[in-house]
């Protein structure tokens, strides 16, 4: 620590850091544009200017900009210099010249960091009356709308865009005294992360185009924290309301998790939430096929009948369903007739992943805490389409190793643009392996190609390699100069990470890399193991045990079972088409609760409208076995509840269905002591500060009134919520409230989201209380696993046929965002991608039309003839409805289609 005199006041801050993030940290307000906590400094905007002291004599001082002088011990700065804050003022009115008038009609208005930064350097008069710059706006894609006169040239966007996410179609052109910054032709922005220039640029520049659609001032909405539902990296967000229907997500800092940032998928994939194809009643189809509505009290009433009078009721869950929800439903129809709703195949490779990290004694890192390793390796998976955010922080990781150069010369880590100066684009030790190119490969040192067979025998040699007491295997002359390049750097590194998971449904690959973190371990390496999961409830569902899905329709095969009850899963998403026909063949009588439409509710007799992740709360388990409370954002004005609400009605356990969440909880985690952590995952419904609820809406709310006018003049009773210690109001506490439970960002003169500062320990650095969740697995220095031993053999197709593979696309690939009307947009067509020596052995070119055989129905698809796919493979995109059951991989021939 050091000690700093500000306006002559001693404070202890961190030493290296710099003088603006140290002021921050200890609640100064201090102007700033140009400096972010994830991007660091640059001191181009000029804006955080103070006046540093040689010492305790030095009257006169000079002007400095915070965020490049380092902290040192024993120095002295003002900020409320004189001569400081005119430099301040005078410099926001220069970047205000060409600034437009518009803050009333500006989509950033109320939330807008320009705006506050004005207030608070004391510039409240434009003095400029001279015709201002302008600019054309960019088409951007269907996720950002452009308005580039609104720009002060801090150039945080690019910095991001380019720097940190490095994306390649975004840039800053300038001409004399102009800049721009945007695509060199308009166009969609291709970068996985580009909807982050939202929260990153401070002006309105850069904006949420699905918001502007049903736009809704910032003060105005209803917010709630939640996590985002799309993989299972369990990020954090803020998820806004207003009229009933979903608005937008916004970032939600969690110091452990995503850190400040998002992917473009989670940002944007929430209107499925506002679907016509929501499920807004209960329904019930008669023998005819016809549907109809039902009261709730009737549908209640005949569910009950039905399940008193059958002889073997089964339920089969959901890890897109939360624990409760899984939980009840497995209370209901006994731990017996419970199923987990995942194929046979998934479950066993999540029940693996939870083996070997309950028992190697290898650490499972923290989303941003894979940001900290040094060397790592990449094995099967394409992580910028599985686990999108993680590929941003391993692109954060890959740097680590290039900038000890910058340290060996003594420059701070947050200086950036000399850190940048330092490594010129040097790439650390990243290497992927994987069946195909990925979205990560530029940011690696060194990628390898092949059959997912042959990948985790490269694993396995890898293990070897760096203990000789690992299993070994023969590698041909390509493989084993890759398996040499990457053994030597994991063994050189001082804190190793190895990444895989259940993506390519190869249990080998799993094993491969547990093996290589064992024996790293062995080494006496800080190694780390980062598995990706399927779903955003995957490893809680697994930790509630169950059998698979294959199980129940097996069960099913045998008869006696009357009745099934679905939980938030499409079936037809599990196994093949012909195995669920005869599931509903069989059952006489299936009630299915979900949210959406899908063609599991199309079969079922009863389908009951469940809640989404924003109007349901719950607690659900990442990949990390990170516990996470998320909470209902607003009430539907419909039949729609919680499933966990819904099951409730039908236990046979009075005190169980007349429970709140809390209730559930205790229920489940006496049943289930591996849960337990779960308690302390966010404080109970009966948490208040003094007597006071959090509230949802901001103090500035408006309309409360008027919005109901229509049906009543006086203003109705707010719905109450005995589920959590929030309230669907703008009264309550007004402060920091525990981390788990903060709806928004708001500091007094602090409307943007950099108001997050005020929240923290530290900048960047820990929320105050402890950042969200709780690690319900941690590493053991005293478990011991022997080396796996599986594997596995080439398995090559039959002459004339190609093995098929999934491959996964970050906008499409998975069930829920791939409703969202922005996110559509951005779904490639249907195509099989295949190797040029394969093309040319079909006789196919790229863009023709071929025929595959799925399951007995014929698909035609689009040839993509690629370089990067091994001979004998071939790829199709994962989670396409028309084959979103199949199982991989499997072997079929393509027919070419001749006009």
């Not at 700033?32 to 006046?51: D, E, N």
């Not at 909405?221 to 985002?228: G, Q, V």
């Not at 608005?247 to 452990?256: A, H, M, T, V, W």
Request: glycine content about 8%; hydrophobic content about 40%.
């Amino acid at each position: 620590m050091a000690t700093i005199y500000i306006d002559n006041v001693p404070y202890q801050v961190k030493d290296g850091d710099n003088m603006l993030s140290a002021c921050l940290a200890l609640g100064f307000n201090i102007t700033y544009f140009c400096w972010h906590p994830a991007l660091h400094s640059v001191g181009a905007c000029r804006q955080c200017a103070i006046v540093r002291y040689r010492d305790e004599n030095d009257t006169r001082g000079r002007i400095v900009m915070a965020c490049m002088e380092p902290v040192v011990d024993q120095a002295r700065i003002s900020i409320e210099s004189p001569e400081a804050k005119k430099f301040r003022t005078q410099n926001i009115e220069s970047l205000m010249i060409n600034h437009p008038h518009d803050c009333p009609v500006c989509d950033e208005g109320g939330e807008c960091h320009l705006q506050d930064m004005t207030v608070m350097s004391g510039h409240n008069y434009r003095r400029y009356r001279f015709k201002k710059r302008t600019h054309l706006n960019q088409y951007l894609g269907p996720f950002l709308h452009h308005e580039m006169n609104r720009c002060i040239q801090c150039y945080r966007c690019v910095r991001f865009y380019n720097d940190y996410a490095e994306g390649k179609d975004f840039g800053v052109f300038a001409v004399h005294d102009d800049v721009y910054f945007g695509r060199f032709t308009p166009g969609v922005l291709e970068n996985e992360f580009s909807g982050n220039l939202v929260e990153v640029c401070p002006t309105g520049v850069f904006t949420d185009k699905t918001l502007r659609k049903h736009y809704t001032r910032k003060w105005d909405l209803t917010n709630a924290p939640t996590i985002c539902h799309h993989c299972s990296l369990g990020c954090n967000i803020i998820a806004s309301e207003r009229y009933g229907s979903l608005r937008r997500i916004l970032n939600r800092y969690n110091g452990e998790v995503n850190g400040y940032f998002i992917c473009d998928r989670g940002r944007f994939g929430y209107e499925h939430v506002n679907s016509e194809r929501r499920i807004r009643h209960a329904l019930k189809q008669d023998p005819a096929g016809q549907w109809q509505g039902m009261k709730t009290k009737q549908a209640l009433a005949e569910i009950q009948q039905k399940l008193r009078a059958a002889r073997k009721v089964i339920g089969i869950g959901s890890p897109r369903a939360s624990l409760e929800s899984n939980f009840l439903l497995q209370q209901l129809v006994g731990a017996d007739h419970f199923y987990a709703g995942v194929s046979a195949k998934q479950a066993k490779l999540v029940q693996e992943v939870l083996h070997i990290m309950q028992n190697s004694g290898v650490r499972t890192p923290s989303l941003k805490e894979t940001e900290s390793y040094d060397a790592i390796l990449v094995l099967g998976e394409d992580v910028t389409h599985t686990a999108p955010m993680l590929a941003l922080t391993l692109r954060q990781a890959a740097k680590n190793q290039p900038k000890e150069k910058a340290k060996a010369l003594k420059i701070a880590e947050w200086n950036d643009a000399a850190v940048r100066e330092v490594i010129q684009g040097q790439k650390g030790p990243l290497f992927i392996a994987a069946p195909y190119a990925t979205r990560l490969d530029d940011a690696a040192r060194a990628c390898h190609r092949a059959h997912p067979d042959v990948l985790a025998q490269l694993g396995f040699a890898v293990a070897h390699q760096i203990d000789a007491h690992a299993p070994t295997v023969e590698t041909s002359g390509a493989v084993q100069a890759f398996v040499s390049q990457v053994a030597e750097a994991l063994q050189a590194a001082r804190k190793p990470l190895i990444v895989a998971g259940t993506s390519l449904m190869h249990e080998a690959l799993i094993h491969a890399a547990a093996n290589v973190a064992l024996a790293l371990k062995k080494l006496g390496k800080q190694s780390g193991l980062f598995y990706i999961v399927p779903e955003v409830n995957s490893l809680g569902l697994t930790m509630l045990g169950g059998q698979d899905l294959d199980a129940a329709l097996e069960e099913v095969e045998k008869g006696g079972v009357d009745m099934a009850i679905v939980l938030e899963n499409d079936l037809y998403r599990r196994l093949p088409a012909e195995r669920v026909d005869r599931f509903f063949q069989r059952v006489p009588t299936v009630v299915v609760l979900d949210a959406l439409a899908n063609r599991t509710g199309e079969k079922a007799q009863y389908v009951l409208p469940a809640g989404t992740f924003a109007e349901s709360s719950g607690t659900v388990v990442n990949n990390e076995g990170r516990a996470q409370r998320f909470y209902q954002v607003f009430k539907p004005h419909d039949d729609i509840r919680s499933s966990w609400k819904w099951l409730q009605q039908f236990v046979n356990d009075s005190a169980l269905a007349q429970t709140n969440l809390d209730g559930v909880i205790i229920r489940l985690t006496a049943a289930y002591p591996d849960l337990k952590g779960i308690l302390e995952a966010a404080p109970g419904a009966d948490f208040r500060v003094g007597t006071q609820k959090i509230p949802r809406e901001p103090h500035r709310y408006s309309g409360r009134t008027a919005m109901l006018a229509h049906i009543q003049v006086s203003e109705p009773k707010p719905p109450e919520d005995p589920d959590s210690p929030l309230s669907f109001t703008m009264e309550g506490y007004v402060g920091t409230p525990p981390a788990p439970l903060t709806p928004f960002f708001w500091s007094p003169g602090w409307n943007s989201v950099q108001s997050v500062n005020k929240y923290q320990q530290e900048i960047a650095g820990m929320l105050k209380g402890g950042n969200p969740g709780k690690r319900l697995i941690e590493a053991s220095e005293q478990a011991t696993m022997s080396y796996f031993t599986d594997m596995p053999t080439v398995s090559m197709p039959p002459n004339g046929q190609l093995s098929i593979w999934p491959a996964y696309h970050i906008f499409g690939s998975e069930e829920l965002s791939a409703q969202s009307a922005p996110i559509q947009e951005r779904i490639p067509e249907p195509y099989v991608a295949i190797s040029t020596a394969d093309a040319a052995k079909l006789q196919v070119n790229e863009g023709m039309r071929v025929q595959m055989q799925l399951n007995g129905t014929t698909i035609e698809l689009t040839v993509q003839v690629r370089n990067d796919i091994p001979e004998g493979l071939a790829a199709i995109p994962a989670g396409w409805e028309a084959w979103a059951g199949i199982t991989y991989p499997f072997f079929t021939t393509l027919n070419p289609i001749h006009s």
